[in-house]
DNA sequence: ATCTTATATCGCGAATATACGATTAATAAA
DNA sequence: TTTATTAATCGTATATTCGCGATATAAGAT
């Protein structure tokens, strides 16, 4: 009964719709802003920053860490974080590459 | 018992979640493929053309119709779809507004 | 050694998402 | 009218996500 039958599509679209599924809730793109928003590692703080309980913050931020949007560090009880702006570029790439770069020909309206 | 707390977000943050989501399967990303590459509105054949049913083809379809992703009208036993290519336009802005205009400050390797 | 602090992990309940087959609906074709 | 054809919807099983409290972990402070 093999529900999730990602495997059926192509490494691009399944990369593409990973990236996207990272991003596809609320409190991960405020964690995203606020680590963009800095120029340095945010150590601690990010709780205090948002409406969600520490171990949720923390498995969004293990999500994001998996996704590979972010990097982060763990030294004993503090740990930091920052955007992986590589991985930003990446996506974008993919993301023109399926559909921006075809945008110009396909203007005209159809339905 | 609140789950799903993504009221307590900004309308911004709340939106390009959602538009995330919907390109967070490997299927709507072909679906959005198919739809790209060509020029015009897609009547049939998406069925044939991805390896999944007919029922949950159509369950994909309606969740990016619902996200404003493609246009679709529905005749009878026949139904066409194409790429809103405004609402990707809308999603580019309002990434690059929360991300990439930040990028270059930001250059600098932290973690 | 003990206490404090900050983070990660575990376990659980509730909500969503995925997928399919079966059914329904709506038009075209006979 | 009856018969296909095509797409949407319903019902259902299973998988995944979300959120939290409780617990574990790991280092610094006392």
């Given at each position: ?51 969600l309980?520490?171990?949720?913050v ?54």
């Amino acid at each position: 009964m093999a529900i999730h039958k990602k495997d059926a599509f192509t490494q691009k679209e399944q990369g593409l719709a990973f990236f996207a599924k990272a991003l596809s809730h609320p409190a991960r793109i405020a964690i995203l802003k606020v680590l963009a928003q800095r120029n340095e590692c945010i150590c601690g703080e990010l709780v205090d920053l948002l409406p969600l309980a520490q171990s949720t913050v923390s498995q969004h931020l293990k999500e994001l860490k998996n996704a590979g949007l972010i990097n982060g560090e763990t030294d004993g009880p503090r740990s930091c974080f920052c955007i992986n702006w590589k991985a930003f570029e990446k996506f974008n790439a993919e993301f023109n590459f399926l559909f921006a770069n075809l945008k110009v020909k396909n203007e005209k309206a159809c339905c």
